[in-house]
């Protein structure tokens, strides 16, 4: 990323098998005073799976995965109710995740992109999927995680052992507590269906298109708002165009089309300032995580690539890629009514002039489903997730740009311009969005007010938690909890 981080690979690496090489590896680090990072899949935007002269701790040959139908958390009471869940070793992905709860009947709530972290850097930072609203985010769908801490013990954490460290690892940030070598997550009723929305509203002036993005703000908190829907939209770069990218759950297109009317007839009525161009599809859930026939699907056709491995093609947009800037913004649903509505439409579109602006409702929690939200309150997440209504990102970006790579250099000159152009924008949608906060694996590199922004009230207790468990602060990473305490020498 521009001025933040370059990817450098670590001097040494242990490639873990178990839980005892993670052991292994943090026993001699925190002997010989050598700095560590822990990579499951190297997904981060800050580069905090990277870190010069260190000691790479690699989870990735770990893909051990096992579905429970009687799951009970180590050192419960007698009678606690067994649930059904998913156990994931470190390094497996989304996508085997979920294939293996397909498989069962069942769904976990992870991430959209198939290849993050299915037990790492995602639920430790909190994370959010297409359908957040009606299941919690990552961090609250945890029941038991099993981590090596600075100490080198292998400790076994939930609700009833050690819960303060539990509360801490959902949601305060990977890198920062210990090293996770498992974790079990809770595991729904597989949904009926999942639909999806696509197409575009085009406006054909710059009056129309301010007017579009505020009937769109408008709508949402009394039609999508709610555990049915996720996902958002795209205001692209400079041109009058608002993509739809909106998921739904359970709903036959008769009946989301429906949801959609009053905010698309009107529109649709007036040739002249718009043109509308929509599709709903459903599927069965259970072809989900099915590649076979759609176009969205890109197949893995490297040698060696587990069968059936693909990605979504909008995530294989950012292979490759050089940020020039990046960064994220929650929305308070307050700000989504009246004249804050208004100010913040004005706000968005001047920042579609200069920077993509990507809207997801599921990435914030107002309007959540009452037992995910139960759940939610029971993580370290910023509070101020529970009081929004979406979350905004805004990058620019080029792809295959590698520093220090010949013939990839990227261009600084085009970096400073993006950066300069997503700054802008994220200034404009911050000064509209006031206690909006932001999100610890998606939010600005830069930001100085990163505790408030990131934990918000619960950064006080994060950090004295950290202090407790990893006192010489062993594991630290770019804006993580404790990362601007003392660190021990050796
Ligand atoms: C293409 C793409 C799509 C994304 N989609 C989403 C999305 O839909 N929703 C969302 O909320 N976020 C999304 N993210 C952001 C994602 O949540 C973060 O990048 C997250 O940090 C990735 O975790 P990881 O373990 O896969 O990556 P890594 O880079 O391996 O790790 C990320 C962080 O977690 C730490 N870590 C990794 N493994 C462990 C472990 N076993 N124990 C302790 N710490 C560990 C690392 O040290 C690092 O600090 C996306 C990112 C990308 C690049």
Same mark, same amino acid.
């Given at each position: 990323m521009h001025r933040?981080?370059?990817?450098?690979?670590?001097?040494?690496? %242990?490639?873990?098998?178990? %839980?005892?090489?993670?052991?292994?590896?943090?026993?001699?680090?925190? @002997?010989?005073?050598?700095?560590?990072?822990?990579?499951?899949?190297?997904?981060?935007?800050? *580069?905090?799976s990277c870190a010069p002269d260190s000691l790479l701790i690699w989870t990735h040959p770990m893909r051990e995965i096992t579905v429970h139908q009687a799951f009970? $958390?180590?050192?419960?009471?007698? &009678?606690? @109710?067994?649930?059904? /869940?998913? !156990? !994931?070793?470190?390094?497996?992905?989304?996508?085997?995740?979920?294939?293996? /709860?397909?498989?069962?009947?069942?769904?976990?709530?992870?991430?959209?992109?198939?290849?993050? *972290?299915?037990? &790492?850097?995602?639920?430790?930072g909190g994370g959010f999927g297409s359908y957040s609203k009606r299941f919690g985010s990552g961090a609250a769908g945890v029941l038991e995680i099993e981590v090596v801490t600075a100490d080198g013990r292998i400790r076994t954490v939930n609700r009833f052992q050690e819960p303060d460290l539990f509360w801490a690892l959902k949601g305060g940030g990977g890198g920062t507590f210990g090293v996770v070598s498992r974790m079990t997550l809770l595991s729904? #009723?597989?949904?009926?269906?999942?639909?999806?929305?696509?197409?575009?509203? @085009?406006?054909?002036?710059?009056?129309?298109?301010? +007017?579009?993005?505020?009937?769109?703000?408008?709508?949402? $908190?009394?039609?999508i708002n709610n555990a049915d829907w996720g996902e958002g939209v795209m205001w692209r770069k400079g041109v009058n165009e608002m993509e739809l990218?909106?998921?739904? =759950?359970?709903? !036959? !297109?008769?009946? /989301?089309?429906?949801?959609?009317? $009053?905010? =698309?007839? #009107? =529109?649709r009525a007036r040739p002249a300032d718009f043109t509308v161009e929509t599709s709903f599809t459903t599927q069965p859930f259970r072809d989900k995580w099915n590649p076979v026939g759609k176009s969205g699907a890109v197949m893995d056709d490297r040698p060696n690539a587990p069968d059936g491995y693909f990605w979504w093609r909008?995530?294989?947009?950012? %292979?490759?890629?050089?940020?020039?800037?990046?960064?994220?913004? *929650?929305?308070? =649903?307050?700000?989504?009514?009246?004249?804050? /509505? +208004?100010?913040?439409?004005?706000?968005?579109?001047a920042a579609s002039r200069t920077s993509l602006v990507l809207w997801q409702t599921n990435k914030a929690l107002a309007g959540e489903h009452p037992e995910a939200l139960r759940r939610d309150r029971q993580t370290s997440l910023n509070p101020a997730v529970f009081h929004n209504a979406a979350f905004v990102t805004v990058g620019d970006w080029v792809q295959f740009k590698y520093p220090g790579v010949q013939g990839h250099e990227p261009d600084a000159a085009l970096a400073q311009t993006q950066m300069d152009g997503v700054n802008r924008a994220l200034r404009l949608i911050t000064a509209a969005t006031p206690g909006g906060g932001s999100y610890t694996n998606e939010g600005d590199f830069f930001e100085r007010a990163w505790k408030s922004e990131f934990w918000g009230s619960n950064y006080a207790r994060l950090a004295r938690i950290k202090s407790e468990y990893d006192p010489d602060n062993l594991f630290r990473v770019h804006h993580g909890v404790g990362s601007d305490m003392p660190v021990r020498s050796v």
């Open positions: 933040a981080w370059k990817s450098v690979p670590s001097d040494y690496a %242990v490639a873990c098998e178990s %839980v005892d090489d993670i052991k292994a590896a943090v026993d001699f680090a925190r @002997t010989h005073g050598v700095r560590i990072a822990v990579k499951g899949t190297g997904h981060d935007y800050f *580069g905090r009970v $958390p180590a050192g419960a009471p007698r &009678g606690t @109710t067994p649930v059904h /869940a998913v !156990t !994931t070793s470190a390094g497996n992905r989304w996508l085997e995740a979920y294939r293996a /709860a397909t498989a069962a009947g069942r769904y976990i709530q992870g991430g959209g992109c198939t290849s993050v *972290g299915a037990c &790492g850097g995602f639920a430790l729904h #009723p597989i949904p009926r269906t999942d639909g999806w929305l696509s197409g575009q509203v @085009t406006a054909h002036s710059d009056a129309a298109y301010q +007017e579009l993005i505020q009937r769109y703000l408008e709508f949402v $908190p009394g039609a990218m909106t998921a739904f =759950l359970d709903l !036959t !297109t008769a009946e /989301a089309e429906a949801v959609w009317a $009053p905010l =698309l007839d #009107p =529109l909008g995530n294989g947009g950012e %292979v490759g890629a050089y940020w020039g800037g990046y960064a994220g913004r *929650g929305i308070p =649903l307050a700000c989504l009514s009246g004249a804050k /509505a +208004e100010r913040l439409a004005k706000a968005i579109f």
